[in-house]
């Protein structure tokens, strides 16, 4: 199918509460993600017919979703259009169900309650029993990203410091973000990220994206029916997902500079679906999990060339007013990481394309670039082209 036909749109956006330890339960967050987007686009339960639901994370292990259950929390109606997002969003896949008649309006929701993620979290013990996975004894993440960070590093002659300029921009982000849990706290200096706890030389507590709780939901919808929403269609113009080899485990070679990776893959699809060149877009918001990550992405996605993000960072282009402010809402780095936080790099798009991100806004935006990554640093990816009218 061709994405340039606008064939579905982004018609309604939600946000929970974003904080640690919510007292509140992971499902409560998610129903009240998908009535506050369906909310947002003037529509109701009984016009949803596909959904996009998260993979539950709890205290037990993974358990994939019961399509079943949300069917009946949704009125108990058939739903011709399921899947589960992992690492990456699913908009497109809904975007394109909705392009071929499958269905007609798509929620994509998530929510996170009281389950930490990181080293000390259960999940760890549970899913990972293998006495090789380093996964099972605690080191998760971060060492498998401080790796790469070094490897990098050493290839291209990059610092510390060139890392740093990643969290200060988006710390300056997120000041403008009222909804950011960091943006209260000021902003930062490269400084004040390199004198923060060492979690994982060469990565700092300032490198390491937030940890928290919270919800989200997108409503995607047909053209006929999205032309009638309460809020203008943020169109989606291109998209992909990609599936690479690690898994938090594997250090392909070469590690840097591979060609073909699902990063890669994952933006030139999406790209040449919209009919753009990366050039092209206005704002944009890449996975930040991590600061080398964000540089990655930059260099991976074709922004800008292999080892050369450290300067294009520096030379101001993804800061507000540079030619491609990326990460207005303060990323995952100061903004929020609820678990699976792939909705809120598309959310804060469509803010921005819709004209609504106040303080934060970057003028005249009409194209928006959404990455999601997750399950190792090229693991499963995914792409989102949007586009406003």
Not at 123 to 151: C, D, K, L, V
Request: aromatic share 6%; net charge negative; with cysteine.
């Amino acid at each position: 199918m061709s994405f340039q036909r606008r064939s579905a749109a982004v018609v309604g956006v939600y946000t929970t509460e974003q904080g640690r330890s919510l007292k509140r339960s992971s499902t409560s967050l998610q129903i009240e993600a998908v009535k506050g987007a369906l909310d947002d686009a003037g529509l109701s339960l009984a016009d949803v017919d596909g959904i996009v639901a998260p993979i539950t994370m709890e205290a037990a292990g993974l358990k994939l979703p019961s399509a079943q259950h949300w069917a009946a929390q949704l009125g108990g109606r058939a739903l011709t259009y399921t899947d589960s997002a992992g690492g990456h969003l699913g908009a497109q896949k809904a975007a394109a169900a909705i392009a071929a008649g499958l269905a007609n309006v798509v929620v994509l929701f998530h929510g996170k309650a009281n389950l930490e993620i990181g080293p000390r979290g259960k999940i760890n013990q549970t899913m990972h029993a293998e006495t090789w996975e380093s996964m099972a004894w605690g080191g998760y993440m971060a060492p498998w990203y401080a790796m790469w960070a070094r490897r990098y590093m050493h290839e291209y002659n990059v610092t510390s410091e060139d890392l740093a300029q990643v969290p200060v921009i988006h710390r300056h982000h997120a000041t403008l973000n009222p909804a950011s849990l960091m943006g209260s706290r000021g902003e930062l200096t490269v400084q004040d990220v390199l004198e923060s706890r060492l979690i994982a030389d060469p990565l700092r507590l300032l490198d390491c994206a937030l940890d928290n709780d919270g919800g989200w939901a997108i409503v995607i919808a047909a053209a006929d029916i999205a032309r009638d929403c309460r809020r203008k269609p943020v169109w989606i113009i291109g998209g992909a997902e990609a599936v690479d080899s690690d898994l938090y485990m594997t250090i392909d070679t070469p590690w840097i500079g591979r060609e073909g990776s699902a990063a890669s893959k994952v933006g030139e699809i999406a790209f040449a679906q919209a009919g753009i060149t990366p050039d092209e877009v206005d704002v944009a918001n890449l996975y930040d999990c991590f600061s080398v990550t964000f540089l990655r992405d930059l260099e991976e996605l074709g922004f800008c060339k292999l080892g050369e993000a450290a300067d294009y960072v520096r030379a101001g282009h993804t800061r507000l007013g540079g030619s491609m402010p990326c990460n207005t809402d303060g990323g995952l780095l100061s903004n929020t990481h609820n678990g699976n936080p792939t909705g809120m790099m598309a959310i804060e798009l469509v803010r921005q394309l819709r004209g609504e991100a106040g303080a934060r806004q970057v003028p005249d935006a009409r194209i928006g670039f959404a990455f999601s990554q997750g399950a190792a640093v090229h693991g499963v990816c995914g792409s989102l082209v949007l586009a406003a009218d």
